[in-house]
């Protein structure tokens, strides 16, 4: 018999059987090794390796230039440290849009070099083939709807979207879409609460909210956002339960003090 306490994984089916049973689920994005620790400790059920890599950790304006190598060194650090949640990595812009068999390529190379269980690809109709070859390969897929950052260029903005009957129309029907092609959950981003309801509703797979409202079935946010690493950046649909930006700004002026003093090391702090 083993010592160690055994951790329940959590898998595809714990989290469509979470959308059966009514349990919310709750998602977060991580990059590196440190941080998926704690989360994954924490008992976050699914941690993303968001291509918001390409804002948050390498200071990008949008996402699009994050690479599929550049994906794969953060989700394969992030893999290092998960031993409970769901690893759900992004693939990046570029990757699987055109032809459907260089996206297979590409989920094929991110499954193999990087340990993820999942991965998330923004669209619906446009992108079906891909999503088609990636499941048929026996790669699980969350689907990405609404506002879908790799799409940036043709929005103009990261303005709320699907607010008109059309959008709100193709936006139901590349759910549905998703949903038959064997997506195990799909992304509801920065769409009005009654829609991303109305899908929830209609939907056999769980819906995971980031400014969505209430009813979808779990919710998902940057963990910087979360934890209020960038004071300036503030959209209604984020709550900081943190303000890290001052206490590490504090932390940080405090040091530089401690060494301009000569505080810093003290008897104890040397050899
Ligand atoms: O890249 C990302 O972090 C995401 C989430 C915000 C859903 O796609």
Same mark, same amino acid.
């Given at each position: 018999?083993?010592?160690?306490?055994? +951790?329940?994984?959590?898998?595809?089916?714990?989290?469509?059987?979470?959308?059966?049973?009514?349990?919310?689920?709750?998602?977060?994005?991580?990059?590196?090794?440190? *941080?998926?620790?704690?989360?994954?400790?924490? @008992? =976050?059920?699914?941690?993303?390796?968001?291509?918001?890599?390409?804002?948050?950790?390498?200071?990008?304006?949008?996402?699009?230039?994050?690479?599929?190598?550049?994906?794969?060194?953060?989700?394969?650090?992030?893999?290092?440290?998960?031993?409970?949640?769901?690893? =759900?990595?992004?693939?990046?812009?570029?990757?699987?849009?055109?032809?459907?068999? &260089?996206?297979?390529?590409?989920?094929?190379?991110? *499954?193999?070099?990087?340990?993820?269980?999942?991965?998330?690809?923004?669209?619906?109709?446009?992108?079906?083939?891909?999503?088609?070859?990636?499941?048929?390969?026996?790669?699980?897929? *969350? @689907?990405?709807? @609404?506002?879908?950052?790799?799409?940036?260029?043709?929005?103009?903005?990261?303005?709320?979207?699907?607010?008109?009957?059309?959008?709100?129309?193709?936006?139901?029907?590349?759910?549905?879409?998703?949903?038959?092609?064997?997506?195990?959950?799909?992304?509801?981003?920065?769409?009005?609460?009654?829609?991303?309801?109305?899908?929830?509703?209609?939907?056999?797979?769980?819906?995971?909210?980031?400014?969505? @409202?209430?009813?979808?079935?779990?919710?998902?946010?940057?963990?910087? &956002?979360?934890?209020?690493?960038?004071?300036?950046?503030?959209?209604?649909?984020?709550?900081?339960?943190?303000?890290? &930006?001052?206490?590490?700004?504090?932390?940080?002026?405090?040091?530089?003090?401690? +060494?301009?003093?000569?505080?810093?090391?003290?008897?104890?702090?040397?050899?």
């Amino acid at each position: 018999m083993s010592i160690h306490k055994e +951790v329940k994984k959590v898998t595809v089916n714990s989290i469509l059987e979470m959308k059966a049973t009514g349990e919310k689920i709750s998602v977060l994005t991580a990059y590196d090794y440190t *941080m998926a620790s704690i989360l994954d400790a924490a @008992g =976050v059920d699914v941690i993303l390796v968001g291509d918001s890599a390409a804002n948050v950790m390498a200071g990008y304006g949008t996402t699009l230039p994050i690479t599929l190598d550049q994906m794969i060194y953060h989700a394969a650090a992030v893999s290092r440290a998960v031993k409970r949640a769901l690893l =759900v990595v992004d693939l990046p812009f570029g990757t699987y849009q055109g032809n459907p068999y &260089d996206a297979l390529n590409a989920a094929i190379r991110v *499954m193999k070099e990087t340990g993820a269980q999942a991965l998330k690809l923004e669209g619906g109709v446009e992108i079906k083939d891909a999503v088609k070859l990636i499941v048929n390969a026996g790669i699980p897929v *969350m @689907g990405h709807l @609404g506002l879908m950052p790799q799409s940036i260029n043709t929005y103009g903005g990261y303005g709320l979207r699907a607010t008109g009957v059309q959008e709100a129309h193709k936006l139901n029907t590349d759910a549905q879409l998703l949903h038959e092609l064997g997506c195990f959950a799909v992304v509801l981003e920065k769409i009005p609460a009654k829609l991303a309801k109305e899908v929830t509703d209609h939907l056999r797979i769980p819906t995971i909210g980031i400014g969505a @409202g209430a009813d979808t079935d779990g919710q998902v946010l940057v963990i910087h &956002d979360l934890l209020g690493f960038n004071k300036s950046f503030k959209p209604k649909f984020v709550r900081q339960y943190l303000q890290l &930006d001052e206490l590490i700004t504090t932390a940080v002026q405090q040091y530089v003090a401690d +060494v301009k003093s000569s505080d810093f090391p003290n008897e104890q702090e040397q050899y």
